[in-house]
């Protein structure tokens, strides 16, 4: 195999700086400005930036083409096939759903169409969440590889004077480089919980991230006594499958010395995501897919043409883009860093229905808002101080020993409530969350349409990404009229030292007779006080 010459690596290094510079200071800007905008708008002004490029020749991706359709079709799935808000309209959002599927196929013949699709997906279907930040992210880099190449580099230029051209190469780095460094952020973050690089490696107690899952809704149809004997033997894995986590996640940091090291590094975390939702039922099925598809990509891929993504040359340029956005200096994965507790405090939601049965709310129920219903929503409604956030994590390793030391004894853990805990009530949150579901149960029981699937195709609907499905009561389906919503505050323990599930509090916050609903009401309650919707630096 003839080696890339300097000037090839070189040509790479510019195109990869110029399509990370157009990601974040034209893609991402541009998203930003058009995503709010009415779906009309959202179409005029996602199509009138890139219609110059119409008079250009495209730039050919190659077999990266092909990844990029699988991305689309699978971002375009999850949008179109996700619940309807039945407290606003119908009609614009059925409408929002169809002009996704329009750009999404338009996206797959023209990529430009890329930037109206964004719009859409991430302001008017609330696509823009942590499950699908990588993905989108990907597709965001793969518009901006487009851009730059058919504005500097059209057929005849200078650059095709290289020998190989280098952008093809360039686009599989950025690619590469943007699924990656969602795994070596977190690293990174691990890596700083503690005194040394390897503290948490050493001291995090995993298997506590099992007994919470459990405890807030994973997998409850196994019986207490099983996942006791399942923790039992967990525990001594805990930290051998720390150093895997890390060297799993920190991979990206020498996948582009060889083809083979980035095809494992994308298997290695297809691989671990499968592994996180056996483990917490957090299920990231958007990065599964996506990184599959990539290592399949890679695999195929023709030899010379991308020789300058591999070796030496390239794992520094891919250095210098990872530790870039780990800055939050180009894109902003999440940290992701957190030592686990074995306590869990959460707030559920329960109805009872015409027919007098009482069954559980659970998350699945309440797209397009499952994510919100799935980890911390609702603390606002109690006054109660909270110790940790989703799943019993805490940032302090000293509150995760006295915790531990605690080993389910209420008044200790009162005390560390008081000391350590934050009150999160918000009685103007309260109101609308409550006003949101006494809409939105009054709406369902006069027959409003939950999603744009019919009954018999409900199994065709794309997964939720927290799947907290199971309680003390069985899950509403919508079978019946709902006349009453409790809402309880409830704690759980699992005692490490004798491998029981306790349960701690168990109280009633409110309770809803469903009655006439204000129409003026509408449904932000959910979404400012989701995680998820927190504003960043690179918001879209």
Request: with cysteine; charged share 15%.
């Amino acid at each position: 195999m003839e080696t890339p010459t300097f000037a090839a690596h070189l040509h790479t290094a510019v195109t990869v700086t110029a399509v990370v510079a157009c990601y974040r200071f034209v893609i991402s800007p541009t998203v930003r400005a058009i995503a709010r905008r009415p779906s009309p708008l959202v179409l005029v002004t996602g199509t009138a930036p890139t219609a110059v490029l119409a008079f250009l020749p495209s730039p050919a991706p190659g077999p990266i083409r092909w990844l990029t359709v699988f991305v689309i079709a699978l971002l375009t799935w999850q949008g179109a096939t996700s619940d309807y808000d039945v407290t606003e309209p119908i009609g614009p959002q059925r409408l929002d759903k169809l002009l996704l599927l329009v750009l999404g196929t338009a996206s797959c013949l023209w990529p430009p169409a890329l930037l109206a699709w964004i719009g859409v997906y991430c302001g008017k279907l609330r696509g823009w969440k942590h499950h699908a930040m990588m993905p989108l992210r990907l597709l965001k880099a793969y518009l901006a590889w487009f851009v730059v190449a058919a504005l500097f580099e059209p057929p005849g230029s200078a650059a095709a004077l290289f020998e190989p051209p280098g952008s093809a190469a360039a686009l599989l780095l950025v690619l590469g480089c943007v699924s990656l460094s969602h795994y070596v952020k977190p690293a990174w973050s691990k890596a700083r919980l503690g005194p040394r690089p390897w503290s948490w490696a050493w001291h995090n107690r995993t298997h506590y991230l099992m007994a919470s899952a459990y405890s807030w809704g994973w997998a409850r149809f196994l019986r207490p006594e099983t996942v006791s004997r399942v923790l039992r033997r967990a525990r001594g894995l805990d930290r051998p499958v720390n150093v895997l986590t890390l060297a799993t996640e920190a991979a990206g940091l020498i996948a582009f010395l060889d083809r083979r090291l980035l095809i494992a590094a994308l298997a290695a975390t297809a691989l671990f995501n499968l592994a996180v939702v056996l483990a917490s039922g957090i299920l990231f099925w958007e990065n599964i897919g996506t990184n599959i598809a990539f290592a399949i990509t890679v695999w195929a891929l023709p030899g010379t043409e991308y020789d300058t993504a591999f070796g030496w040359p390239a794992a520094l340029i891919a250095l210098a883009v990872l530790v870039l956005s780990t800055a939050d200096l180009l894109w902003q994965p999440w940290h992701l860093g957190w030592w686990d507790s074995p306590f869990t405090a959460r707030v559920h939601w329960q109805v009872a229905t015409a027919s007098g049965m009482r069954q559980g709310l659970y998350n699945g129920f309440m797209c397009p808002y499952e994510r919100e219903f799935g980890r911390v929503l609702g603390y606002f409604l109690t006054s109660e101080p909270v110790l940790h956030d989703h799943l019993g994590i805490v940032w302090d390793r000293r509150l995760r020993d006295l915790v531990v030391q605690a080993d389910g004894d209420r008044q200790q853990l009162s005390q560390l409530k008081q000391t350590y805990g934050q009150i999160r009530k918000d009685e103007r949150q309260a109101s609308e969350h409550l006003a949101f579901l006494t809409t939105m149960f009054h709406c369902l029981n006069n027959g409003a349409q939950k999603g744009p699937l019919p009954r018999s195709l409900r199994w065709l609907k794309a997964p939720g990404g927290q799947i907290y499905r199971w309680g003390d009561l069985p899950p509403y389906r919508g079978d019946e009229r709902v006349r009453r919503i409790t809402i309880r505050y409830e704690e759980r323990f699992y005692r490490p030292t004798t491998g029981d599930f306790v349960l701690l509090a168990n109280d009633v916050l409110h309770e809803i007779d469903l009655v006439p609903p204000n129409p003026d009401h509408r449904s932000a309650s959910c979404e400012r006080s989701s995680s998820t919707a927190a504003p960043t630096s690179e918001s879209y």
